[in-house]
């Protein structure tokens, strides 16, 4: 199996940003692509993020321009860079990895909150 653990989360100004860090362990071979989700209280949770194995990547219109996802095969890490953070961006994140079916591992998820 896999296990993903998340970090980086804390809060954050509007303006300001923070970069969050998905590392893998387990049977990471079988590890196709990695995905970063969020959600918010009373919302459901949304694909933000997707990054393939050779590093594609795709992102919601909600944080096009603003968010960047990126691995880091030799450390066995994906990260979610998230830039000019609005309070929108408030949720709880969580990473998830797909053995190329589905997105069947997932972390604990981290929190992010964007206030003044």
Do not use: H
């Amino acid at each position: 199996q896999v296990q993903l653990v998340e970090s980086g989360g804390g809060l954050v100004q509007p303006g300001g940003s923070l970069r969050l860090s998905c590392a893998a362990s387990g049977s990471i071979f079988s590890i196709n692509a990695m995905g970063w989700y969020r959600q918010a209280p009373g919302k459901e949770r949304e694909l933000v993020a997707t990054i393939t194995s050779t590093g594609s990547t795709n992102y919601a219109d909600s944080v096009k321009g603003r968010f960047t996802a990126s691995r880091d095969n030799a450390k066995n890490t994906v990260y979610l860079q998230m830039n000019s953070l609005k309070p929108e961006d408030t949720a709880v994140y969580y990473c998830a990895a797909s053995d190329g079916s589905t997105f069947k591992y997932w972390g604990q998820g981290t929190q992010v909150t964007v206030s003044s």
